[in-house]
């Protein structure tokens, strides 16, 4: 049986006979696979274009950690500041 996989959040859908649809819930264009196997080994997974889902929230997640640690410093800075000119 025939899968369509979604390279964008990494869903996939079971096609039954007379079933046809090009697009995923998302909105990314769907890959049509043989079996689910064809597409997991690692020889497709270089092969596919662009971040997974997952690929994409570890991305965000580091980005935002980023963001929150320079903003933890930048306040200890001015508290630092406004403690030395109050003071």
Known sequence: MP???CPQCDHYY???PGEEFAHCECG???IQVEDLDEYYSPQMESMA???TFTE???YQYHD???KGKNL???GGV???LRGAIFC
């Open 78 to 80: 001015g508290a630092i």
């Open 14 to 16: 079971e096609v039954e």
């Open 28 to 30: 990314q264009a769907l």
């Open 64 to 66: 935002n950690k980023k």
């Open 3 to 5: 899968y369509l996989i």
């Open 72 to 74: 933890t410093i930048i």
């Open 49 to 51: 274009k662009g971040n």
């Open 56 to 58: 994409e929230m570890a």
